[in-house]
């Protein structure tokens, strides 16, 4: 593993017993994978700022988030983050490194306490054959990551600052809503700049439009903490 690691290893469950396995790629492993799965796994508490992997590393397994969420992000040309992806349970990163037998593309790091369990890159291979679920699950993961990589490109290319930060704002709920699986209002816990590097705005810019939606009654802030209030206006507003 390439991330820096202060705890010592734990296993706070079973795959099966995992609250996030079923949202898992590992949800759909029959019984003989699972046991090679959890006979191989290690699970491993990350603070917040703690890396997993390095951008430019050599990957040697897979890590899928069991609580917490973790930033995704290479480093642009003007040295800023450039966040591609909030990650929280039941996802699992650095496969496709894996996969392509590629160096990193991009950093993950701890946005807060986590636990990650690990994969080595043997047993993760292992799992990966034709004529299973897991398989064609893999694949579809892929294609829709694809997908959605290409759809970002383009709303970055072709929406203005306010409707971008509209979105990600409404995408942002759905994922902070993940691991405890509720409706309703839910608070995003993120720097101001870290949201800046997701939309792809100065931080002063973005102050400003959350400013604006906070007296358009869209949202509300407390500190650092984000409630949206009105998802509906949000998804209105991207696309004004």
């Known amino acids: 593993m390439t991330g820096q690691i202060t705890s010592a290893p734990t296993r706070p469950t079973t795959c099966e017993l995992c609250t996030a396995h079923h949202r898992s790629l590992f949800g759909s492993l029959g019984k ?11 699970c491993t508490k990350y603070k917040k700022g703690q890396v997993l992997f ?17 930033k995704v992000y290479r480093v642009g040309m003007d040295g800023k983050e450039q966040i591609t992806r909030i ?6 990163l650095g496969y496709k ?26 047993d993760f291979v292992s799992l990966i054959r034709p004529d299973t679920q897991f398989y064609m ?6 294609c829709d990551e694809n997908t959605q990589m290409a759809e970002q490109m383009t709303r970055m290319a072709q929406q203005s600052v306010r409707q971008r930060l509209a979105l990600t704002l409404v ?3 759905e994922t902070y809503g993940i691991e405890h699986e509720t409706e309703g209002e839910i608070e995003i816990n993120l720097t101001r700049e870290d949201l800046a590097n997701i939309v792809g705005t100065a931080t002063e810019s973005l102050i ?19 409630r949206v209030l009105d998802a509906d206006g949000l998804i209105a507003a991207s696309k004004v």
Request: hydrophobic share 35%; glycine share 8%; proline share 1%.
């Open 171 to 173: 995408m942002l709920k």
């Open 97 to 122: 490194a894996l996969l392509s037998e590629n160096h990193y593309a991009q950093t993950a790091e701890a946005l807060d306490d986590c636990i990650i369990c690990f994969v080595a890159k043997e």
């Open 208 to 226: 400003r439009l959350l400013n604006g939606f906070k007296k358009d009654n869209l949202i509300e802030t407390k500190g650092r903490k984000i």
């Open 54 to 70: 390095h951008e430019g590393t050599r990957p040697l397994g897979v890590f899928c988030v069991n609580s917490g969420r973790i």
């Open 137 to 142: 699950d893999l694949l579809k993961t892929v």
């Open 32 to 42: 003989e994978d699972m046991e090679r799965l959890e006979s191989g796994r290690t």
């Open 87 to 92: 990650s929280a349970s039941g996802d699992l």
